[in-house]
């Protein structure tokens, strides 16, 4: 089926074609010339009217004019060219020559295309939903992923789809659940392991704990004193002097001897203060018998961290220890040359409210550790997925780090704008395209797709929270109980022969 004709000048990136028919933004297109079959992808369509142009300012002008009805109305759209179909993809050294009919592509070229070694299934394409669209795992796991969408544009619903999608290759997904939306989710492919926001201060470093006990960072003299002490209740712990449950006690313990001496610093006795403050402010977090998080993580499952009970910082302190950890020992395991212990510490980390833990505009102690993964978390086995519905808070850095994109319906400006600088990939026509997308469509582009695509995601067929309130509903169905409830008192009153 012909769409259109090559008009103006082309280059080997982009046409412009003229049609007498309106085809759709996102349909995928061939042109063949020099001995190849290009594919290209409709990114833009203008409608127009040569006789109907904004120069003409007389109303009754142009309304005489539409009563004719002129034939002087055209299509003009513009292709981007994704690469020769009988060559892997690979992009055309020679343009194409104007005058060169430009046709829909065949399914059976994109069912090709969307034959992948492991696929991911997100969906169908918009334009053709008899076409499925598979993205490639690996380069998820590898090279990272962002989900970006404005609220209630399907977010969530696609992070479900790709969780449970993930667990038919058995891959160990952890979820930092900020709200609690994934706790009580069921999965087709997989079952959920919830894990408590539960951590042995014996496992956490010197800068982690300083944090949770609020020495400031430009508190010298308390940093100081509470590093003696830190390191001294390590070595008592070593020797046996102190038991290793109860480590904050064990630093508080060694303070609390140095304030008895005369002449001591008051400001032992602020850290003491501080400490103590620490103990009973975390100690829903605290778990002295508890063992590393990361030994909870179970393989084929879902591993959901439960952070909607704790306060930003708390949450910020945990991730950071979680990742901090886990770059740690997927390291060693590099270092070690052990191949099978590398893979085996392979994690698949999703980021729910990328935006809170990965600030844009300010630093955290997540952020820098989000950061680092991004950075490095491929060489070994570490993959990262941010997840948020305010892209332009979320970190630059960070976010220029994922290759992958799944971007639903964006409408603000600015939040097009952060992500369209993040990505190579994502040009200005599609960028145009996301205010128009319906709820559940995204563009989904980067290493894992070897073509842009438009896709209508699928519908989660587990159980998950996370779907607006129905307040309206719950209201309305309240007051038509509690009439019910006075009906049937009446009714029981009349039965005993009480009349009203």
Avoid at 279 to 296: A, K, V
Wanted: proline share 3%.
């Amino acid at each position: 089926m012909v769409v259109g004709i090559c008009v103006g000048e082309t280059s080997l990136t982009e046409v412009t074609f003229i049609s007498d028919k309106m085809p759709k933004v996102g349909e995928y297109v061939t042109i063949e010339y020099d001995g190849k079959k290009v594919l290209g992808m409709i990114e833009n369509l203008i409608r127009g009217n040569d006789a109907l142009n904004v120069d003409i300012n007389d109303f009754k002008a142009i309304q005489k004019i539409s009563r004719i009805g002129v034939e002087d109305n055209y299509i003009r759209g513009k292709v981007k060219i994704l690469g020769d179909v009988n060559d892997n993809l690979k992009l055309p050294r020679t343009p194409v020559l104007p005058g060169t009919e430009i046709n829909l592509a065949d399914g059976e070229i994109l069912k090709k295309i969307f034959n992948v070694k492991n696929p991911i299934r997100l969906g169908t394409l918009v334009n053709q939903s008899d076409v499925e669209v598979n993205v490639e795992a690996n380069p998820i796991l590898s090279r990272h992923l962002a989900i970006l969408a404005m609220t209630g544009a399907g977010k969530s619903n696609t992070v479900s789809v790709l969780i449970d999608q993930m667990m038919g290759y058995n891959v160990p997904v952890f979820v930092f659940d900020m709200h609690g939306e994934y706790k009580d989710a069921e999965f087709p492919n997989g079952s959920v392991n919830v894990i408590k926001p539960k951590v042995n201060p014996k496992f956490m470093n010197f800068y982690e704990i300083k944090k949770l006990v609020n020495i400031p960072s430009n508190g010298y003299i308390q940093e100081r004193h509470f590093r003696r002490a830190f390191n001294a209740a390590q070595k008592d712990i070593t020797d046996g002097v102190a038991h290793e449950n109860n480590f904050l006690k064990a630093i508080y313990d060694i303070l609390e001897k140095d304030s008895n001496v005369e002449g001591s610093d008051k400001q032992i006795v602020d850290v003491m203060n501080k400490i103590e403050d620490a103990m009973e402010r975390y100690s829903n977090i605290f778990d002295q018998y508890s063992g590393d998080i990361l030994s909870s993580i179970k393989m084929a499952h879902v591993n959901v961290l439960d952070l909607s009970q704790v306060d930003e910082s708390v949450a910020s302190v945990l991730v950071s220890h979680i990742l901090r950890s886990s770059l740690k020992r997927s390291k060693n395991a590099a270092n070690s040359g052990d191949k099978k212990e590398l893979m085996d510490n392979s994690v698949f980390f999703i980021l729910e409210e990328a935006h809170i833990l990965a600030p844009n505009k300010r630093d955290s102690d997540s952020k820098r550790w989000i950061q680092r993964v991004a950075r490095e978390g491929r060489k070994f086995g570490l993959g990262l997925c941010l997840v948020s519905q305010s892209p332009k808070t979320v970190d630059h850095d960070a976010l220029s780090q994922m290759n992958n994109m799944i971007i639903l319906r964006l409408v603000e400006p600015e939040d097009q704008r952060h992500v369209q600088s993040a990505s190579e990939s994502l040009s200005q026509d599609l960028i145009n395209q996301l205010p128009s997308l319906n709820v559940g469509e995204a563009i989904v582009l980067g290493l894992m797709s070897k073509v842009p695509t438009l896709v209508k995601i699928d519908e989660f067929k587990g159980r998950r929270h996370g779907d607006d309130m129905d307040i309206v509903s719950h209201f309305k169905d309240a007051v038509k109980k509690e009439q019910e409830e006075v009906k049937k008192q009446e009714d029981e009153l009349m039965d005993m022969g009480y009349d009203y």
